[in-house]
């Protein structure tokens, strides 16, 4: 029977793999990313099941899913231009069919890809945890971007979902869970500060889902996650739906390890599950 | 409900080398053929992000257009005109 070993959270800022290329190991990013590294592998996974919020690239407002799941026996990316290198990886396509018949079944109507590469949102963090694509993927894709968002509730019960039919599913595998994104964003809208394109409107926010997180608080971030806060903590804030997809699978427990990068809007973070 | 088209201005200028060619050179005749209102066809000319964001064009495209300071937009530009819009009706 499959098991879920891991879980893990991390940023996916497009800049990361060209900013650690530049300043080195020794940078911030890279030693975070480095020790969410060390307890990924540490739990020896054979497959990633992630949750992002495609950026309208491996979609686009002609048919944007509020939920989707990739199934194929391969992909690659980025496809959004991000300055890195590109990668193919494997998707774990019997895994992918099997959760997604589950959770159709459980109530989620997961829209299908079948021919699909992938953005910056699942390429940056791969580039960093698993950069020789040795283990393969399974790509959940949850609407971030584009409101109305999906509810926290509903992202939760998702990640719940698929956590049973991860356990459910009856070939032996090791399975870590991702969730990829910031807590509190703007891209291009009202409340970049003067001069930029991008800031961390909500700082505070911030502060407080980590420490949500780390002592396990899932039920009342779930709570205050409402459509109205996350949009208070910026129009990429709904990315914070991607760990709560994430936490379905850890169950209040407390992170291995967690740091948050405040004034950045974000926060890395790492479970041993197993 | 033309704001689709606005938002594909700006996905294609980052996904299509070609069409992004032609907004730089002549960003009038690129958008000629495209299904905007006139109000829409004059705000992308104008550089009119806020207006434009008003009608809901998602920020995350909208941004695209500094890249290559398309429309005029600069990162400054783009930045303080931004800043002065109001939420669009029915965005959460």
Same mark, same amino acid.
């Given at each position: 029977?499959?098991?879920i070993? @891991?879980?893990?959270? =991390? #940023?996916?800022t497009? &800049?990361?793999? +060209?900013?650690?290329?530049?300043?080195?190991?020794?940078c911030?990013?890279a030693r975070?990313y480095?020790?969410?590294a060390?307890?990924?592998?540490?739990?020896?996974p054979?497959?990633?099941?992630i949750?992002?919020d495609?950026?309208?690239?491996?979609?686009?407002?002609?048919?944007?899913?509020?939920?989707a799941?990739g199934i194929a026996d391969?992909?690659?990316g980025?496809n959004d231009q991000?300055?890195?290198?590109?990668y193919?990886v494997?998707?774990?396509a019997s895994l992918?069919?099997?959760?997604r018949?589950k959770a159709?079944?459980?109530g989620?109507?997961?829209?299908?890809?079948?021919?699909f590469?992938?953005d910056h949102?699942?390429?940056?963090?791969?580039?960093f945890?698993?950069?020789?694509m @040795?283990?393969?993927i =399974? #790509?959940f894709f949850? &609407?971030?971007? +584009?409101?109305?968002?999906?509810t926290a509730q509903?992202?939760?019960a998702?990640?719940?979902?698929?956590?049973?039919?991860?356990a459910?599913w009856?070939?032996?595998?090791r399975?870590?869970v991702?969730?990829?994104g910031?807590?509190s964003?703007e891209?291009g809208?009202?409340?970049i500060?003067?001069?930029?394109?991008?800031?961390?409107p909500d700082?505070e926010?911030v502060?407080?889902v980590?420490?949500?997180?780390?002592h396990g608080?899932i039920?009342?971030l779930?709570?205050?996650?409402t459509?109205?806060?996350?949009a208070?903590?910026?129009?990429?804030?709904?990315e914070l739906l991607n760990?709560?997809?994430m936490l379905?699978?850890?169950?209040?427990r407390r992170?291995?390890?967690i740091?948050?990068?405040i004034?950045?809007?974000h926060?890395?973070?790492?479970w041993?599950?197993? | 409900?033309s704001?689709y088209?606005?938002?594909k201005?700006c996905?294609?200028?980052?996904?299509?080398p070609?069409?992004?060619?032609?907004l730089k050179?002549?960003?009038k005749?690129?958008?000629?053929?495209?299904?905007?209102?006139a109000?829409?066809?004059?705000a992308?000319?104008?550089g009119?992000?806020?207006?434009?964001y008003e009608?809901g064009?998602?920020?995350?495209?909208?941004?695209y257009l500094?890249?290559w300071?398309l429309?005029?937009?600069t990162?400054s530009l783009?930045?303080?005109?931004i800043?002065?819009?109001r939420?669009p009706a029915?965005r959460?």
């Amino acid at each position: 029977m499959a098991e879920i070993v @891991a879980a893990i959270g =991390v #940023p996916h800022t497009p &800049n990361f793999p +060209a900013l650690v290329a530049k300043q080195g190991p020794d940078c911030p990013t890279a030693r975070l990313y480095a020790e969410v590294a060390k307890h990924l592998h540490a739990a020896k996974p054979d497959v990633l099941v992630i949750y992002t919020d495609d950026h309208f690239n491996t979609f686009f407002l002609d048919n944007f899913p509020i939920f989707a799941v990739g199934i194929a026996d391969a992909t690659s990316g980025p496809n959004d231009q991000t300055a890195m290198p590109s990668y193919r990886v494997a998707v774990l396509a019997s895994l992918a069919s099997h959760l997604r018949a589950k959770a159709i079944a459980a109530g989620f109507d997961l829209s299908l890809a079948q021919a699909f590469e992938l953005d910056h949102s699942i390429m940056v963090p791969l580039h960093f945890l698993t950069p020789d694509m @040795a283990i393969p993927i =399974v #790509p959940f894709f949850i &609407n971030g971007l +584009a409101p109305p968002l999906p509810t926290a509730q509903r992202c939760y019960a998702l990640g719940k979902a698929v956590s049973a039919a991860i356990a459910d599913w009856p070939q032996d595998a090791r399975v870590a869970v991702v969730g990829s994104g910031s807590f509190s964003l703007e891209i291009g809208g009202p409340r970049i500060p003067p001069g930029e394109r991008a800031g961390t409107p909500d700082p505070e926010w911030v502060k407080h889902v980590q420490e949500h997180i780390e002592h396990g608080r899932i039920a009342e971030l779930v709570a205050e996650a409402t459509p109205a806060r996350l949009a208070r903590a910026g129009n990429i804030g709904g990315e914070l739906l991607n760990w709560i997809a994430m936490l379905g699978a850890v169950d209040g427990r407390r992170p291995a390890f967690i740091a948050p990068e405040i004034e950045h809007g974000h926060a890395y973070a790492a479970w041993r599950l197993d | 409900m033309s704001i689709y088209a606005v938002n594909k201005v700006c996905r294609d200028a980052l996904h299509d080398p070609v069409w992004r060619e032609a907004l730089k050179r002549d960003p009038k005749s690129a958008i000629a053929p495209l299904p905007l209102s006139a109000e829409e066809r004059s705000a992308l000319l104008n550089g009119d992000v806020a207006w434009l964001y008003e009608q809901g064009a998602h920020p995350f495209l909208l941004a695209y257009l500094t890249r290559w300071e398309l429309f005029g937009l600069t990162v400054s530009l783009y930045s303080e005109r931004i800043r002065a819009a109001r939420e669009p009706a029915g965005r959460e």
